[in-house]
């Protein structure tokens, strides 16, 4: 009698909640060599984040990973290669234009941080509005929208000043319907980044670890969608 064996997989419920972020996501896009697990190159990294996150809910309420990745590599990505600090602030270090991150992670999980740096923009949240401004005088101010009416508009410059400016002075406004946020971080960081980075953002709110996932949380990044105002 002909006998044929079949190759277990593993129970990825399990793996979901044990495996960190980076090792799953290597798995799912190369596969594991000699296995029945091929590779899935035509998912793009935000469809793999998407999956990861589910095979994670499969372990039932409460099985959260630990918070994978080195906040310190992070700290250093989040200054340099990823460009953050140019626009975002933590514990009084980086840029004015976008929010405070300081306490980011307090309020979100390490997924959600995750999907919003992966996918800025995604939430129905207002987006952070970016305009320049020609005075008729010459002089021109580009910056972020804080405030504005029939009277005045407010910009803050890329230095962190405000300008409160008379309509009467203004000669033209143009907006940038555009996300300043970069959209490719996932293919200009590696997985192993950009667990550091969501590290790093997490412990810089004081926290070791990040909360389970609430239904309907919000998941856009501060630059697209910005609460303080």
Do not use: W
């Not at 509005?129 to 910009?155: C, H, M, P, W, Y």
């Amino acid at each position: 009698m002909l006998r044929v064996t079949v190759e277990r997989a593993p129970n990825i419920a399990e793996d979901g909640t044990r495996m960190s972020y980076a090792h799953l996501f290597e798995i799912i896009q190369n596969g594991i060599p000699g296995t029945g697990m091929p590779a899935f190159h035509t998912l793009s990294a935000s469809q793999i984040d998407t999956l990861i996150e589910h095979m994670r809910t499969l372990g039932g309420p409460g099985k959260s990973a630990e918070l994978p990745g080195d906040p310190a590599s992070g700290k250093s990505l989040f200054e340099k290669k990823a460009g953050c600090s140019q626009c975002h602030m933590v514990s009084g270090d980086g840029g004015f234009i976008a929010s405070d991150l300081t306490e980011y992670g307090r309020g979100h999980s390490a997924e959600q941080i995750r999907k919003a740096i992966l996918n800025p923009g995604s939430s129905s949240g207002g987006a952070v509005r970016i305009a320049t401004v020609k005075l008729r005088s010459g002089e021109e101010l580009t910056g972020r929208v804080r405030n504005e009416d029939n009277f005045s508009i407010q910009i803050q410059d890329l230095k962190g000043t405000y300008h409160l400016v008379s309509r009467s002075d203004v000669k033209d406004v143009g907006y940038d319907s555009k996300s300043m946020m970069p959209g490719d971080y996932g293919t200009t960081l590696t997985a192993k980044e950009l667990d550091d980075l969501v590290s790093y953002l997490v412990h810089a709110s004081g926290l070791n670890n990040a909360r389970p996932d609430k239904a309907g949380g919000e998941n856009c990044f501060p630059f697209c969608g910005d609460s303080d105002d």
